[in-house]
């Protein structure tokens, strides 16, 4: 006979999903005014380094809690399933616990970029003042590297009221020998952003020829855009063409082309297409795998450490301009996507994905914020694998046994 306290479940209903306007299809012109739809659940700005503290309306799983009921006397057989259950959850909890750090050094990041190569070293670019850079020789461990900008270019603190040279979530691209690096200009909360360019012939920062030269503005967001113009990620097309996607809630996920020679937007009138929508959407990423395109996506929140609530989503297209597709046929744009990455174990929140393909294989690198380090975001690079039906999934983390 034996004490047992017993536990009774009870589960909560998720909440009813807001109503909000679909966004209208798109490709429109620079230049042509659009007015978004109402926006019932509030506006929201991109909220970088733990700044955020808004709460997401985006509607959450049901939720379960347990809740004691007085000690009482059982039957041995009527607490072995209890006891069962009990150590089952204990050794989940031991073996959450006793994770590996998959990677060490200075691999606390925050929005990392695509992680690229120069020489002998893999570098990532990431959410600081200046930017910030980690570099490794082995992907397994990284140290930092001096910011890119020790003072932020002058046209940066004129476009965003409220930037204070803390810059978001980078993107870098080697376009024939000269490195593209994309980061965005904003401030909290805001709408009044911009995408900017730098660009270097080496990441090599003990190069002679190493120099960041400021390329200026790509693309901006003002007060009444569809768009906000933070996250941006940049891909080169099987035909050579440069493409860079971007976005924040608003009215989500845009691509537009770019020149491929100075990275900039084609012309002066560019086309610029509408790929996805949610209601918290941001941290898009482009690839293209065999045939098809991904466009990979995070919902939820960022920037809370273990609160985060930040899970990666993604869909499918024939051509990059979209639409796009999730698992179900349910159109990104009207708010589909297929989960592609959630929490595992004391990893929270996954986010801001990057497409490395190096040593004959594809990986994903992202940040989660790590448990076992007060919530910190931290670098996580795995194999890309595919399903026989062509979508991707995520494979075994790198790390030292692997």
């Known amino acids: 006979m034996l004490k047992v306290l017993k536990l009774a479940t009870a589960c909560r209903p998720a909440p009813e999903r807001a109503s909000v306007a679909r966004s209208p299809w798109l490709p429109v ?3 042509i005014t659009v007015t978004p739809p109402p926006q019932p659940f509030g506006v929201r700005g991109h909220v970088r380094a733990f700044k955020r503290d808004d ?16 000690k009482g006397r059982v039957r041995t057989l009527a607490v072995m399933p209890v006891i069962a259950l009990a150590v089952i959850l204990h050794l ?3 073996t959450t616990q006793a994770q590996p750090d998959p990677l060490s050094g200075q691999d606390f990041i925050h929005d990392p970029s695509t992680i690229v190569q120069d020489g002998g070293s893999y570098y990532v670019f990431g959410t600081r003042p200046g930017i910030a850079v980690r570099a490794s020789t082995n992907l397994l461990e990284w140290h930092a590297e001096p910011a890119v900008f020790a003072h932020p270019p002058a046209w940066t603190l004129k476009v965003a009221p409220g930037f204070d040279g803390y810059f978001w979530a980078p993107d870098i691209i080697n376009q024939h020998g000269i490195f593209f690096l994309y980061y965005a200009v904003s401030a909290w909360g805001k709408q009044t952003s911009a995408i900017g360019l730098a660009t270097s012939p080496t990441l090599d920062h003990t190069a002679t020829n190493y120099a960041w030269t400021d390329a200026g503005m790509v693309v901006q967001s003002t007060n009444g855009s569809p768009y906000n113009t933070i996250d941006p990620s940049v891909m080169r097309d099987a ?14 996920i845009f691509l537009t082309p770019l020149d491929g020679t100075t990275g900039l937007r084609q012309g002066t009138n560019p086309p610029l297409y509408h790929l996805a929508w949610n209601d918290s959407i941001e941290a898009a990423c482009l690839m293209r795998h065999g045939t098809n395109y991904y466009l990979f996506m995070d919902w939820g929140q960022c920037c809370r450490g273990t609160n985060s609530t930040y899970e990666v989503r993604v869909g499918r297209a024939q051509t990059i301009t979209g639409p796009y597709f999730d698992k179900e046929g349910s159109d990104l744009a009207a708010g589909g996507g297929s989960l592609f990455l959630g929490n595992e174990g004391r990893y929270i929140g996954p986010g801001h994905i990057g497409i490395l393909d190096t040593r004959g294989s594809e990986w994903i690198s992202y940040h989660t914020y790590d448990a076992n380090f007060e919530g910190r975001s931290r670098l996580y690079i795995r194999k890309l694998d595919w399903t026989p039906d062509g979508w991707p999934v995520a494979g075994e983390p790198v790390g030292p046994a692997n």
């Open 29 to 31: 012109a620079t230049g």
């Open 55 to 70: 709460v997401s309306s985006r509607p959450k799983a049901a939720t379960c809690r347990r809740t004691p009921t007085p």
């Open 92 to 94: 989940l909890t031991v």
């Open 239 to 252: 035909d050579g063409s440069l493409w860079l996607a971007f976005g924040s809630y608003w009215q989500g």
